[in-house]
């Protein structure tokens, strides 16, 4: 296989120097074709030379990462993304199931994230990512935004308005929909995962569920808490998170 033609966008000098010192020694089948240090500068690159990999610094001089997508609709290419911890970019990234690495770099998940991406292209999976995590940016209502489930078969993008309850299945969450008509997901995710990265109208309350609090139909005091739901779902409120439940109606 040829080279991963790749782009470093970073614009601290030495955590650029030491990224790219990373991928020559650890990364052998990239090719470093450029690099750029702020917004405006990554988007003129990006378009001069069209690399298949992007290392993008989540916040940079004139704009961030996504203001960078932005300027490169026209474009396709595989995205890693670097950053400092932030709740809201990693809320973001994990709902466009991106790979991002949290500075300072790991070697270690470095090549975990580069082989992920090399796999993508010797398989021709073209999946924009990058687009839905543009769109996730620019929509203020978080329940239009959309998430990515990834499947056994690979991956499926639903609005969060539309899905109606999550439920943990071992090493998978199945996911249900509000459209009757359609059938529910299994995806290879942690229910833990989407307790994570799914933002409100969520809400864990057992264990084992997570809900649309838009979804719900009523609450029964009886047998400790019953959630039913608009599809007639009964669902168990456990204790934990019984109290989470009942301030969001009070309110």
Known sequence: MEKIKTVIVEDELSAGEALKNYMTKYCPQLEITGEAHNCNDAIRVLHDLQPQLVFLDVEM????????????????????????????????????????????????????????????????????????????????????????????????????????????????????FRDKAKSKKMVCRLLKYFARILPYPFLRVHKSHIINVNAVRSYLKNSGGIIILEDDTEIEVSPAYKEDFLRIFKN
Do not use: W
């Open 61 to 176: 001089p004139f704009g961030n990462a996504f203001d960078v997508l932005e300027g490169c609709r026209d474009l396709y290419f595989e995205t890693i993304f670097a950053t400092a911890f932030s709740e809201y970019s990693l809320q973001a990234l994990n709902q466009s199931a991106a790979y991002y690495l949290l500075k300072p770099v790991s070697i270690e998940e470095l090549i975990q994230a580069v082989n992920k991406v090399q796999q993508h292209i010797i398989n021709k999976e073209v999946f924009n990512r990058n687009q839905i995590l543009v769109e996730n940016f620019r929509e203020p209502k978080p329940e239009r935004q959309r998430v990515i489930l990834p499947t056994l078969e690979g991956f499926d993008v639903e609005r969060m308005e539309d899905i109606l309850r999550l439920q943990g299945n071992g090493n998978f969450t199945d996911v249900y």
